[in-house]
């Protein structure tokens, strides 16, 4: 059975840093392409980053690009997302997506609060 368990949410300060993980089971991690999405109350879930099957690929969404960066080892199951210089605004539940074929596998999220 797929799964995606994401861990390494938390409260953090504006200007700190978090790192989350995302663990995979029960299909081919490394022939999955892998994005964080992220949904604050009250809006709609958006995407904030992605990263191709090998790693090679990555992209970013405006809001939050040479602050955050994504990766992966493909060894370990795992994605991750490094998050720096957080604001407020990145305040949201962050949730891993793994596509591979037509197959279209979420986590569960993992909150992250930016305050002082």
């Known amino acids: 059975q797929a799964q995606l368990v994401e861990s390494g949410g938390g409260l953090v300060q504006p200007g700190g840093s978090l790192r989350l993980s995302c663990s995979a089971s029960g299909f081919t991690f490394s022939r999955s392409a892998t994005r964080w999405y992220r949904q604050a109350p009250g809006k709609e879930r958006e995407w904030v980053a992605g990263?191709?099957?090998?790693?090679?690929?990555?992209n970013y969404a405006d809001s939050v690009k040479a602050r955050f960066t994504i990766s992966r080892d493909n060894a370990k199951h795992q994605v991750y997302l490094q998050m720096n210089d957080l604001k407020p605004e990145d305040t949201a539940v962050y949730y891993c997506n793994a596509i591979i074929w037509s197959d279209n596998y979420w986590g569960q999220g993992t909150q992250v609060t930016v305050s002082s």
């Open positions: 990263i191709s099957s090998s790693g090679s690929i990555v």
